[in-house]
């Protein structure tokens, strides 16, 4: 299902600043440094960390020559956003460069569920040709968890063989849905969760507008993820999160007017983006009430009047392992999968936490 990290933001390739990655950044320039350059990287970790912008930025400063704003860490691999190499890059024009993403599905608008061995084909033809300009060639695969199987094995030549001056960056957030074959032939650098302070940095960035206290009620829908900040903040999931706390805080009372008036809104085809952002808000209201079932730990702060002591309830097996969270999320992937209407898939997924909540059976 897609993530709010995966929802429009800035794109890597336009993206000119990276925060919170300094140790990663560190990593591969040494690795450069060290002229033991390894010709593939897998960069793992949370999406919307920076996976993808550092890969694009370590590009841009390689095929620039080494060039950076200058020669102090953090920012040696910073680039100008106008040298030419940048604008290249960012515009798709750089021939030495590939950069392979799940496209969009013509007929529905929407990203692709994965990523086709068509797309990961041209990576065999760019890397038989020649450097256009006489250095360096670089493949970056972003969200590759999400190639299918022909297109993972079409990555395994140029891993196993790879041409001279050639680079592959790998990036993933669930690097156990790669091939084995995959994962040995890389070198593998995490990047963490973003602190507090790093993800103020990239809000006054690129949100300088925003009020204070939406800006730090982000940081704390933002889980440690710039992107999943961000795309929060373009759709006002602030005020998303509200109203939909406000439903889920009336539960098992359900206010029937509000949820329909909110699942009408969201299946409006403009509010596609901010459907997907409540849906991720629902699973992960859904993933806290239920650790607090299974641990004992306090339950959110708005879980309402029937779920607040939800962390005191005894609930069915399944569902203290999570059942109702698979649930939903498996709800969701069906709406992606096979375009069902909006408005009933959001309604039944408020219906099976309603459905949860009444069936609790307090403990003896």
């Excluded at 206010?255 to 997907?276: E, F, G």
Aim: charged share 25%; proline share 6%.
């Amino acid at each position: 299902m897609t993530d709010a990290a995966d929802l429009p933001v800035l794109s890597p390739l336009e993206t000119p600043d990276l925060f919170g990655q300094a140790a990663a950044e560190r990593a591969l320039l040494a690795a450069y440094r060290s002229g033991r350059m390894h010709h593939a990287w897998l960069l793992t970790g949370p999406k919307g960390v920076g996976k993808a912008t550092l890969a694009v930025r370590f590009t841009r400063w390689l095929l620039a020559g080494g060039e950076g704003r200058n020669g102090a860490e953090p920012d040696a691999l910073a680039l100008d956003a106008a040298h030419p190499v940048f604008r290249r890059i960012a515009s798709c024009g750089h021939a030495d460069v590939v950069y392979i993403e799940r496209g969009i599905n013509e007929k529905t608008g929407r990203p692709r569920t994965e990523i086709s061995v068509d797309d990961t084909r041209k990576m065999g033809a760019f890397f038989r040709l020649t450097a256009a300009e006489g250095g360096w060639r670089v493949v970056i695969v972003d969200d590759a968890e999400l190639m299918s199987r022909a297109a993972a094995n079409s990555l395994l030549k140029p891993l196993e063989e790879p041409p001279h001056n050639s680079l592959i960056f790998i990036i993933t957030s669930a690097p156990g849905r790669l091939l084995p074959t995959i994962r040995s032939r890389c070198r593998r650098l995490h990047l963490p969760a973003l602190g507090q302070d790093d993800l103020r940095a990239v809000l006054a960035a690129q949100r300088p507008e925003l009020a204070g206290d939406d800006r730090e009620a982000l940081l704390r829908l933002a889980k440690g993820s710039a992107g999943r900040a961000l795309s929060f903040a373009a759709l006002d999931g602030v005020a998303l999160r509200r109203e939909l706390g406000a439903i889920l805080g009336r539960l098992p009372r359900m206010d029937v007017p509000a949820v329909h008036a909110l699942c009408d809104r969201l299946a409006k085809p403009a509010a596609q983006d901010a459907y997907r952002v409540t849906c991720g808000l629902l699973r992960d209201w859904v993933a806290e009430v239920t650790r607090a079932a299974a641990t004992g730990a306090a339950a959110p702060p708005d879980a309402g009047e029937g779920s607040a002591s939800l962390a005191a309830t005894r609930l069915s097996p399944r569902a203290r392992a999570g059942g109702l969270w698979e649930d939903i999320t498996t709800l969701f992937a069906q709406e992606e999968r096979a375009n069902l209407d909006r408005k009933q898939v959001l309604l039944s997924a408020i219906l099976a936490v309603d459905s949860a909540l009444r069936s609790a059976k307090p403990k003896r």
